[in-house]
Nanobody, 122 residues
Framework: QVQLVESGGGSVQPGGSLRLSCAAS????????MAWFRQAPGKEREVVAT???????????DYADSVKGRFTISRDNNKNTVYLQMNSLKPEDTAVYYC????????????WGQGTQVTVSS
């Protein structure tokens, strides 16, 4: 049974920071690509950041243009956890953020967390 549990969401003022965590269980974590998606009210879900293995312990990270330079995705394979460090937050970052896992990115993401709310407002 695969389970992804997000935490770290909350309310923050513009320019502030939050760090999201996603704890995974029931999968061989190091071999899975991990991603953060978000969905704002009235909008479709979009990918925010991904991190996947290239070789051995070398991983590649990719980001949506809207968050480049502000967000950082990372993973700790010893803790089976993926993180999303969000800095310089903007109101348009407000959304429910979801963690996802895939054992073959070309086939899409197989497992999803419940989501955690991030609200950026004055």
């Amino acid at each position: 049974q695969v389970q992804l549990v997000e935490s770290g969401g909350g309310s923050v003022q513009p320019g502030g920071s939050l760090r999201l965590s996603c704890a995974a269980s029931g999968l061989t974590f190091s071999s899975y690509a991990m991603a953060w998606f978000r969905q704002a009210p009235g909008k479709e879900r979009e990918v925010v950041a991904t991190i996947k293995r290239r070789i051995a312990n070398l991983y590649d990270a990719d980001y949506a243009d809207s968050v480049k330079g502000r967000f950082t995705i990372s993973r700790d394979n010893n803790k089976n956890t993926v993180y999303l460090q969000m800095n310089s937050l903007k109101p348009e970052d407000t959304a429910v953020y979801y963690c996802a896992a895939s054992n073959h990115v070309a086939s899409g993401y197989d497992y999803w967390g419940q989501g955690t709310q991030v609200t950026v407002s004055s």
